[in-house]
């Protein structure tokens, strides 16, 4: 059974950081690239950031660039995302996708209401607020 599991959310204040996880199963890790996706209350999702499973290839969406960073671990089948110096907009359901195809995870995260990615989490909340 293939299942993305996100894990890490929570309430923090304006500055503060979190570590989102995303771990995989059922399915080779190894063969996947990973993207992390938001949708804030009220609004489209957007792409926020995604890993390459071939070269460790890193894309970041301009609102987040220079504060969250992407990483993977294949030995735990696990990609992360260290978001710091949070801000309120940030507030969001924070869920991550998968595809065998880099060219379509990237894509996906430019154009984040398509279906290029093959399967989906089902989201962590991430709130911001003093």
């Known amino acids: 059974q293939v299942q993305l599991v996100e894990s890490g959310g929570g309430l923090v204040q304006p500055g503060g950081s979190l570590r989102l996880s995303c771990a995989a199963s059922?399915?080779?890790?190894?063969?996947?690239?990973i993207a992390w996706f938001r949708q804030p209350p009220g609004k489209e999702r957007e792409g926020v950031s995604c890993?390459?499973?071939?070269?460790?290839?890193?894309y970041y969406a301009d609102s987040v660039k220079g504060r969250f960073t992407i990483s993977r671990d294949g030995a735990k089948d696990t990609v992360y995302l260290q978001l710091n110096s949070l801000k309120s907009e940030d507030t969001a359901l924070y869920y991550c996708?998968?595809?065998?195809?880099?060219?379509?995870?990237?894509?996906?995260?430019?154009?984040?209401?398509?279906?290029?990615?093959?399967?989906w989490g089902k989201g962590t909340l991430v709130t911001v607020s003093s």
């Open positions: 890993i390459s499973n071939v070269d460790g290839s890193t």
């Open positions: 996708a998968a595809s065998a195809n880099f060219v379509n995870t990237m894509l996906a995260i430019q154009d984040p209401q398509g279906n290029s990615m093959e399967y």
């Open positions: 059922g399915f080779s890790f190894a063969y996947y690239s």
